[in-house]
């Protein structure tokens, strides 16, 4: 009559065979996790109407991939015991085999973790150029990250300091050069004075009448874009911007003569001096 088995074998059998369940068990619910999660990003974007700027169909092919594995692993591991169990019956020596399941479920998972995370960089680039193009797109006209290009005659340069900062810099270098503040329009102020919310705008009007004059003389209509004007105002993102009107747009919508462009070429050298 064959020996059976000690007790002690059989305990650590099912304990063995529990761990490999459980093991299992985690591959098949991380796989449903990644699985679902391209597709709550896919219904996401849907809602917001936003362009998908990357296909995450890939991470369902992920998780079914985690999935499929985690149920070899427990059929394999069903199986397995239920050899060492009728092994241990019949008192033949257990030998150790669950080393090629164990490394193989091993290389898989680091192929897996692997091929998730280039992926994941992948994708994390696409998300960043995308997000950097919306920032771009839904940015005020005529600005950009350093001094931007004349749009429609619309021109903002980013300023090193806050709204008041800016303001009162602009207000000593037109003091320092003899020129006349008309007045400082607070819109932010009178916009909160009414209840309502604005990020800080601030809008100055300076210029002379020695220089603003000939210019009126020349084109009566210039009299609608002069005084000069400075507009000091904070973004959503909580950057300063200086704009203010191109001296070559002010020239070609009012027909202005080369030789007194001089005259109001000024606001560009007070803006790029505030910003400083």
């Given at each position: 009559?064959?020996?059976r088995?000690?007790?002690?074998?059989?305990?650590?059998?099912?304990?063995?065979?529990?761990?490999?369940?459980?093991?299992?068990?985690?591959l098949?619910?991380?796989?449903?996790?990644?699985?679902?999660?391209?597709?709550?990003?896919?219904q996401?974007?849907?809602?917001?109407?936003?362009?998908?700027?990357?296909?995450?169909?890939?991470?369902?092919?992920?998780?079914?991939?985690?999935?499929v594995?985690?149920?070899?692993?427990n059929?394999?591991?069903a199986?397995?015991h239920?050899?060492?169990?009728?092994?241990?019956?019949?008192?033949?020596?257990?030998?150790?085999?669950?080393?090629?399941q164990?490394?193989a479920?091993?290389?898989?998972?680091?192929?897996v973790g692997?091929?998730?995370?280039?992926?994941?960089?992948?994708?994390?680039?696409?998300?960043?150029?995308?997000?950097?193009?919306?920032e771009?797109?839904?940015?005020?006209?005529?600005?950009s990250?350093?001094?931007?290009?004349?749009?429609?005659?619309?021109?903002?340069?980013?300023?090193n300091?806050?709204?008041?900062?800016?303001?009162?810099?602009?207000?000593?270098?037109?003091q320092?050069?003899?020129?006349?503040?008309?007045?400082?329009?607070?819109?932010?102020?009178?916009a909160?004075?009414?209840?309502?919310?604005?990020?800080?705008?601030?809008?100055?009007?300076?210029?002379?009448?020695?220089?603003?004059?000939?210019?009126?003389?020349?084109?009566?209509?210039?009299?609608i874009?002069?005084?000069?004007?400075?507009?000091?105002w904070?973004?959503?993102?909580?950057?300063?911007?200086?704009?203010?009107?191109?001296?070559?747009?002010?020239k070609?919508?009012?027909?202005?003569?080369?030789?007194?462009?001089?005259?109001?070429?000024?606001?560009?050298?007070?803006?790029?001096?505030?910003?400083?």
């Amino acid at each position: 009559m064959t020996e059976r088995a000690d007790l002690r074998d059989y305990l650590a059998a099912e304990r063995t065979f529990l761990a490999w369940m459980r093991t299992g068990l985690a591959l098949m619910g991380f796989g449903f996790f990644v699985a679902r999660f391209g597709l709550f990003l896919q219904q996401l974007r849907l809602i917001e109407q936003a362009p998908s700027v990357a296909s995450y169909g890939v991470s369902l092919w992920f998780g079914t991939a985690l999935i499929v594995v985690g149920v070899v692993v427990n059929l394999s591991s069903a199986w397995r015991h239920v050899r060492l169990v009728r092994e241990l019956d019949h008192g033949e020596p257990a030998g150790s085999r669950s080393l090629i399941q164990a490394v193989a479920t091993a290389l898989f998972l680091a192929l897996v973790g692997l091929a998730m995370a280039i992926y994941l960089v992948s994708v994390r680039g696409s998300v960043n150029i995308h997000s950097q193009n919306i920032e771009e797109n839904t940015m005020p006209q005529g600005t950009s990250r350093t001094a931007s290009e004349p749009s429609k005659g619309f021109i903002s340069k980013p300023s090193n300091h806050s709204v008041e900062q800016t303001v009162e810099k602009l207000k000593n270098i037109l003091q320092s050069k003899g020129v006349t503040l008309f007045a400082l329009v607070d819109h932010s102020g009178e916009a909160e004075k009414v209840g309502m919310k604005m990020r800080p705008t601030k809008l100055l009007i300076f210029g002379s009448p020695k220089a603003g004059t000939p210019l009126m003389l020349a084109s009566p209509g210039a009299a609608i874009d002069l005084p000069l004007k400075i507009l000091v105002w904070e973004d959503v993102h909580g950057k300063v911007w200086i704009s203010y009107n191109s001296s070559e747009y002010l020239k070609d919508r009012h027909d202005l003569p080369q030789e007194l462009m001089q005259n109001i070429a000024v606001v560009e050298t007070l803006a790029a001096k505030a910003g400083e």
